[in-house]
């Protein structure tokens, strides 16, 4: 490996190396996730201006739904706030190998990318696998977007500055939503931003990331072989675009994307895999790679200092995608 692990992610393993995901691959679906808030929930969140939970209608039940609204007085009007003083939005699914992860798992996360971003954020509580395996996560992921794009002005948001992003199973929605979005002429969505995304499933395709970090770094393989098996019931679904996007045959006319990988994350090389296969048809991607960080280090903001500084990076990448669409670009 070019890069060696970053200290700081070395001692987060090595404190809770009997209790971190790659261990628990073999517990029960509902220790797994309470193991899985013990991780993420404790991490501090930062103040924003209004946090709202309620729910929108969905293709087969309610889909559960957080907003999280900028402080006004701190938002760059140049930037973000439109001639109305709405902000853009942005449409968050979150991760856990579409089995584990909530609503609060990542509120530090959506706390943060409001703040640096000045965006409102709209995080997402779609089903899980298995109790609702595949399509359901991405029925009611799409379902919100739509809901979102429809009734932004509602809550205080721009209609017509939309962005997606997903981290991790989360990052796999956000690509899906965005193709789904193009092939049903759906919501206007002028950036997707995935955070080191599931693309593919390993009985696939196979990458060397797999072999040389896919254990012992938080994120095992082991692991996602059980998300698999959660999330497709019916295994002609492997073969589903809408489950794993690195399979498809055209990938034009997708919005713009960063996407983000981390250097000791088995899946890494999908991820760059992907970067590759937009870019091979035409659409543009900003390329953010961490070195020396694990899967998922993102949400570790109390922990890991690169945490904070690719949450400005990925921010930043967000306004330069709203400017360019509202014509402010070159």
């Known amino acids: 490996m070019a890069t060696d692990l970053d200290p700081q992610a070395k001692a987060v393993l090595d404190e809770r190396s009997d209790e971190t995901v790659p261990r628990s691959h073999t517990l029960s679906v509902a220790t797994y996730r309470e193991r899985f808030r013990d991780l993420f929930a404790h991490q501090s969140n930062e103040p924003v201006g209004r946090i709202q939970d309620f729910a929108i209608p969905g293709p087969d039940s309610d889909v559960p739904i957080r907003t999280y609204h900028p402080d006004r007085d701190q938002i760059d009007g140049e930037k973000q706030l439109d001639g109305e003083g709405q902000p853009p939005v942005v449409v968050f699914f979150h991760g856990g190998g579409w089995v584990l992860g909530d609503l609060d798992c990542f509120d530090n996360l959506c706390t943060r990318v409001t703040n640096e971003s000045g965006c409102i954020v709209v995080s997402v509580g779609y089903r899980r696998a298995p109790e609702h395996p595949f399509p359901a996560a991405v029925t ?38 965005s193709l789904m979005a193009r092939d049903r002429d759906g919501p206007d969505i002028d950036q997707q931003v995935l955070l080191y995304p599931v693309v593919n499933a390993e009985r ?10 896919g254990s012992g770094y938080w994120l095992t393989m082991g692991s996602m072989r059980l998300f698999y098996e959660a999330y497709i019931e019916d295994p002609v679904d492997y073969r589903n675009v809408y489950a794993f996007p690195l ?41 953010r790679h961490y070195g020396g960080q694990i899967h998922d280090f993102l949400s570790l903001t109390d922990d890991l200092d690169a945490a904070e500084g690719a949450i400005a990076t990925i921010a930043d990448d967000l306004t330069d995608a709203f400017t360019a669409a509202s014509g402010g670009g070159e």
């Open 247 to 287: 399979q498809a045959d055209d990938l034009s006319g997708l919005p713009p994307a960063t996407i983000l990988t981390a250097g000791y994350d088995p899946l890494r090389d999908e991820g760059s895999a992907y970067a590759d296969a937009l870019e091979a048809d035409g659409v543009p991607v900003v390329r």
């Open 204 to 213: 696939l395709r196979t990458f060397e990331s797999y072999e040389t970090v």
């Open 140 to 177: 009611d992921c799409y379902a919100a977007t739509e809901w979102v794009a429809e009734n932004a002005a509602d809550f205080g948001g721009d209609p017509d500055r939309l962005a997606v992003v997903g981290n991790s199973a989360g990052g796999t929605l956000a690509t899906v939503v």
